[in-house]
């Protein structure tokens, strides 16, 4: 069997509109068993060390078992692939007989956004420098990229801190990738990344996912029910206009500045139900939407009458943990 080809043929069905889920989630699974094939290993074991998640200088990073899984999160796989490659085609666009060059911040053990782009482009036309805090998992996809015979598509190769990593000057990145983010932003790395890296990179780099916003929403009723319908109200946190309104800073704020919602003006008392959801901008016009993906599955609280508050004020923490908190105030 051509690897290669087989490899290709199954990340076009990806990309194909009329593909069902059911195709997709078809050749996801193939992907992943040739994958394992490729590595030699039937299955990740359960062991600690590959279970455990990484600590970095902020948050944590995905153990490589958790970080192998990601694969199966389909329309998650889907859209980062389209966002990818439109990026990358635009840049050839803008850049014509140039070399694409790729900063892949936090690739897990199948690197999946090398093994899977690889299989469109020749290795003249674009290149990936690799970056993973987690030796094994850097180990794997080294192996894993080896076996596909794409190691021509390699620049370096780094195990570090994305959040402290200073980049090599000399070399110009067209795109940054960095699928370092959970729902609601918590506990990985993606905004202290984007902190770290995007005033070490040009101005019109491309960055896979390109923003993040966490939205506060409203509602009469459960998401569980049929027909539910939320009333967006606020923008609680937008990742890339946080990073935009703090470039001057030389170092990584602790915490981003507090953000207070009145809810007396946004007549709260008319609802039963408060969302907080989380929106990831792909690329261009590719989102992912609420509970399309383990990334955007929001979080719903009921509202408690009467209520004796009036403000709630959030705070998104970098410190240690990262997380997005909230108090309330009368």
Same mark, same amino acid.
């Given at each position: 069997?051509?690897?290669?080809?087989?490899?290709?043929?199954?990340?076009?069905?990806?990309?194909?509109?009329?593909?069902?889920?059911?195709?997709?989630?078809?050749?996801?699974?193939?992907?992943?068993?040739?994958?394992?094939?490729?590595? $030699?290993?039937? =299955?990740?074991?359960?062991?600690?060390? =590959?279970?455990?998640?990484?600590?970095?200088?902020?948050?944590?990073?995905?153990?490589?078992?958790?970080?192998?899984k990601c694969l199966f999160d389909?329309? +998650?796989?889907?859209?980062?692939?389209?966002?990818?490659?439109? *990026?990358?085609?635009?840049?050839?666009?803008?850049?014509?007989?140039?070399?694409?060059?790729?900063?892949?911040?936090?690739?897990?053990?199948? *690197?999946?956004?090398?093994?899977?782009?690889?299989?469109?482009? +020749?290795? $003249?036309?674009? &290149?990936?420098?690799?970056?993973?805090?987690? *030796?094994?998992?850097? =180990? @794997?996809? /080294?192996?894993?990229?080896?076996?596909?015979?794409?190691?021509?598509?390699?620049?370096?190769?780094? %195990?570090?801190?994305?959040?402290?990593?200073?980049?090599?000057?000399?070399?110009?990145?067209?795109?940054?990738?960095?699928?370092?983010?959970?729902?609601?932003?918590? +506990?990985?790395?993606?905004?202290?990344?984007?902190?770290?890296?995007?005033?070490?990179?040009?101005?019109?780099?491309?960055?896979?996912?390109?923003?993040?916003?966490?939205? !506060? =929403?409203?509602?009469? !009723?459960?998401?569980?029910?049929?027909?539910?319908?939320?009333?967006?109200?606020?923008?609680?946190?937008?990742?890339? &206009?946080?990073?935009?309104? @703090?470039?001057s800073v030389e170092s990584i704020?602790? +915490?981003?500045? &507090?953000?207070?919602?009145?809810? /007396?003006?946004?007549?709260?008392?008319?609802?039963?139900?408060?969302?907080?959801?989380?929106?990831?901008?792909?690329?261009?016009?590719?989102?992912?939407?609420?509970?399309?993906?383990?990334?955007?599955?929001?979080?719903?609280?009921?509202?408690?009458?009467?209520?004796?508050?009036?403000? !709630?004020?959030?705070?998104?923490?970098?410190? $240690? *943990?990262?997380?997005?908190?909230? %108090?309330?105030?009368?």
């Amino acid at each position: 069997m051509n690897t290669t080809i087989d490899l290709k043929s199954q990340v076009l069905n990806l990309l194909k509109d009329e593909s069902s889920t059911t195709e997709i989630e078809n050749s996801i699974y193939t992907i992943h068993q040739h994958f394992h094939e490729v590595l $030699d290993i039937p =299955n990740f074991d359960e062991s600690i060390p =590959n279970l455990a998640a990484v600590s970095t200088s902020k948050g944590k990073a995905l153990g490589m078992n958790h970080a192998a899984k990601c694969l199966f999160d389909y329309k +998650r796989t889907v859209k980062f692939l389209k966002g990818m490659i439109a *990026a990358i085609k635009e840049k050839q666009t803008a850049h014509p007989n140039e070399t694409i060059r790729v900063f892949y911040a936090g690739c897990g053990p199948y *690197a999946p956004f090398v093994t899977l782009i690889a299989q469109l482009f +020749r290795s $003249d036309e674009i &290149q990936f420098d690799i970056l993973e805090i987690n *030796a094994l998992s850097l =180990n @794997h996809a /080294k192996s894993l990229i080896s076996g596909l015979q794409l190691n021509d598509y390699i620049g370096e190769y780094y %195990q570090d801190d994305a959040i402290t990593f200073k980049i090599d000057q000399e070399k110009q990145y067209h795109i940054l990738f960095s699928e370092t983010l959970d729902a609601l932003l918590f +506990r990985e790395c993606y905004v202290p990344i984007l902190f770290n890296m995007l005033p070490q990179l040009p101005d019109n780099i491309h960055v896979i996912p390109n923003n993040v916003q966490v939205n !506060m =929403n409203l509602s009469l !009723m459960s998401m569980t029910n049929e027909g539910y319908k939320a009333d967006k109200t606020e923008t609680i946190l937008d990742a890339r &206009q946080s990073v935009s309104e @703090h470039a001057s800073v030389e170092s990584i704020p602790e +915490r981003l500045p &507090q953000r207070t919602v009145n809810v /007396k003006e946004l007549n709260i008392e008319d609802y039963n139900y408060f969302l907080l959801d989380t929106k990831v901008n792909v690329f261009d016009d590719i989102w992912l939407e609420r509970n399309e993906s383990s990334l955007t599955i929001p979080l719903e609280m009921e509202i408690h009458k009467p209520f004796d508050f009036s403000k !709630m004020v959030f705070t998104y923490e970098m410190k $240690d *943990a990262i997380e997005l908190k909230y %108090q309330l105030f009368e």
